[in-house]
C-alpha cells in the first residue's frame, strides 16, 4: 500500500521489528539508558539545548500539555489560525478556561508578521500567542517563524509552536529561531507509528509554568522534567514507541538531518510539479507550499469521497481528504518521513488513473 496520509507515516520495517522487542522494566536500567540516547538525539533534531520532554499522547496530547502548563485561566491567548489544526489550539485555549483571540489567516495563506505585531498592540494584555509552523490542512508552511517569534518576544509574550507535522522533516531552529514551547508528534517525520509527542521548553516557558495555576496532572511537564532526571517518566511509557524511536533515530543521523531536509524538499518540488502538469491547483499560494504535505484542489464535477476510494481500490493509495470546511475540495498527498522518488511517482500514477477513471481529463502526464 502506498499510504500517502500526512501521518500516520510508513514505519521502515527495522522501525517496525524493534517495537516488537521484548518489554523491559521501565524504572530499571535499560529503559534509563533508551530514554537518555532518545532524548539527546531528538534535542538534535530540535536544534535545542533546552529540555525536550516526549509523552504517551498523540499530537493533540502535546499541545494540550503545551496549554495545561503555560496559559492561565482567564487570560486572553492570541492563536494565530491559518487552517484547521490551528483552529484546534483555539478549541483547546478555551476548554482551559482562557480566552481564544483567533487571528484568522486566509487558507491557503501564511500569517504575516505586521498583522500579529498589530493584533498584540490591540491588545497589549496578551501574554501568550500560539501558532502552527506547517499546517497540515491546508499544506501551507508558516515560512515566517522566525520573524513572529521576534515580534512576539517584543510584546514580553510567550510563543507556543506546533511544528507536528515539520519538525524532522522540514528544519526548526528552536534555540535559533528562539521558540518557546514546540510540539511535534512521533507519526509524522520520525518514521515511528503513533502515540508518542515531544515539547520542548525553554527557560522563558518553565518561568511562566512556575506562576501558572492551571490544574493539571498527566501532562504537568515539571513532573516530565523530574522523573527524566531519573532516567524514567511520571507514568507507564509507551515503550515499545520508544524502542521504535530509537531505531527511527539511527536512520535518520544515519541519512543526515541536512540530507532529509533536502529530500523532502526534493520530494514536495516533484509533487507540486507533478499535479500542476496534471492540470490541477495547489491551495497553497506559491511561496509558503510545505515541504511534507500537499493540498490539491478537487476539480470541479469530481466527487471528493469517490477519488479516495477510487485511488485506494483500484491504485492501492491511500491519500487523504479536507477537513472542515476544505472537505470534499481538495485532497492531501503526504511526502514526509520514509518516502522516496518512486512513492512520489506512484502517488501521481494513482492521481492521474483514478481521475481518468472519474472521466476527468487530465491535461497532462504526471
Ligand atoms: C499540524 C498538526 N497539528 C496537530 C495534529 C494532531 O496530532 P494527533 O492527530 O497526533 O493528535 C496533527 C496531526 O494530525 C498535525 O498535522
Excluded: C
Aim: proline share 4%.
Amino acid at each position: 500500500m502506498n499510504l500517502r496520509i500526512p501521518g500516520p507515516t510508513p514505519v521502515p520495517s527495522e522501525v517496525a521489528q524493534a517495537g516488537a522487542a521484548e518489554m523491559i522494566n521501565h524504572r530499571g536500567p535499560e529503559f534509563d539508558a533508551l530514554i537518555r540516547r532518545v532524548t539527546e538525539r531528538v534535542k538534535r533534531v530540535y536544534q535545542t539545548e533546552h529540555d525536550v520532554l516526549t509523552l504517551t499522547a498523540s499530537g493533540t496530547g502535546g499541545m494540550e500539555a503545551a496549554v495545561a502548563n503555560h496559559v492561565t485561566p482567564g487570560e486572553r491567548a492570541l492563536v494565530v489560525t491559518i487552517g484547521e489544526f490551528g483552529k484546534r489550539f483555539v478549541e483547546i485555549v478555551d476548554a482551559y478556561g482562557a480566552q481564544p483571540v483567533e487571528l484568522a489567516v486566509e487558507f491557503g495563506q501564511a500569517a504575516d508578521p505586521a498583522r500579529i505585531d498589530a493584533a498584540l498592540k490591540a491588545d497589549p494584555a496578551i501574554q501568550t500567542v500560539l501558532i502552527t509552523h506547517n499546517e497540515t490542512s491546508t499544506g501551507v508552511t508558516n515560512v515566517y517563524l522566525p520573524e513572529v517569534a521576534e515580534v512576539v518576544h517584543r510584546h514580553g509574550a510567550l510563543l507556543i509552536v506546533d511544528a507536528i507535522s515539520s519538525l524532522s522533516s522540514i528544519p526548526v531552529k528552536t534555540d535559533a529561531w528562539n521558540l518557546d514551547v514546540v510540539v511535534s508528534g512521533s507519526q509524522k517525520g520520525w518514521m515511528t507509528a503513533p502515540g508518542l509527542a515531544f515539547v520542548s521548553v525553554n527557560e522563558r516557558a518553565w518561568e511562566r509554568q512556575a506562576a501558572n495555576k492551571t490544574p493539571r496532572y498527566y501532562f504537568d511537564l515539571r513532573k516530565a522534567r523530574s522523573s527524566l532526571e531519573k532516567g524514567e517518566t511520571p507514568w507507564t511509557p509507551a515503550v515499545s514507541l520508544f524502542f521504535q524511536l530509537d531505531r527511527a533515530l539511527d536512520l535518520m543521523f544515519e541519512e543526515g538531518l541536512d540530507a532529509i531536509y533536502e529530500r523532502h524538499r526534493r520530494l514536495a518540488r516533484m509533487t507540486r510539479e507533478g499535479m500542476k502538469a496534471l492540470g490541477l491547483e495547489l491551495l497553497a499560494a506559491e511561496g509558503v507550499e510545505s515541504d511534507t504535505v500537499t493540498a490539491v484542489k478537487m476539480p470541479a464535477k469530481v466527487d471528493g469521497s469517490k477519488f479516495l476510494s477510487i485511488a485506494q481500490q483500484e491504485f492501492d493509495a491511500v491519500f487523504a481528504g479536507g477537513q472542515g470546511s476544505l472537505r470534499g475540495k481538495i485532497f492531501r498527498f503526504g511526502h514526509l518521513g520514509y518516502v522516496t522518488e518512486e512513492d512520489v511517482r506512484a502517488g501521481l500514477r494513482a492521481v492521474e488513473g483514478t481521475l481518468a477513471q472519474l472521466g476527468h481529463a487530465v491535461a497532462g502526464r504526471a
